[in-house]
Nanobody
């Protein structure tokens, strides 16, 4: 059974930082692409960042160098370091797993979703 369990969400002030973690079980890192998506109230879910098994990385356009995705294959954990947070980054953040196409950051390529972790940024 594939499980993706996110943690690290919190309420922070604008300009602050957070590190999200996603514990991955039952999924083969060597064949997987892992990604972070987010969904704000009333908006569609959008891709934040993705990383494939070879270490190739892609970010959503609005990240603008503020976020860093990484993975620890030995700990089976995916991370998202978020710096210079803005109120518009407020959303539920989801960990996702899929095949190599997931690097395009499209929800249609996601095979598995985590339950989400809430990030709230106040001005």
């Amino acid at each position: 059974v594939v499980q993706l369990v996110e943690s690290g969400g919190a309420s922070v002030q604008s300009g602050g930082s957070l590190r999200l973690s996603c514990a991955v079980s039952g999924y083969t890192f060597s064949k997987a692409c892992l990604a972070w998506f987010r969904q704000a109230p009333g908006k569609e879910r959008e891709g934040v960042a993705g990383i494939d098994s070879d270490g190739a990385i892609r970010y959503g356009d609005y990240v603008q160098g503020r976020f860093t995705i990484s993975q620890d294959k030995y700990k089976n954990t995916l991370y998202l370091q978020m710096n210079s947070l803005k109120p518009e980054d407020t959303a539920m953040y989801y960990c996702a797993a899929g095949g190599s196409f997931l690097l395009a950051l499209l929800t249609s390529d996601v095979n598995y979703w985590g339950q989400g972790t809430q990030v709230t940024v106040s001005s």
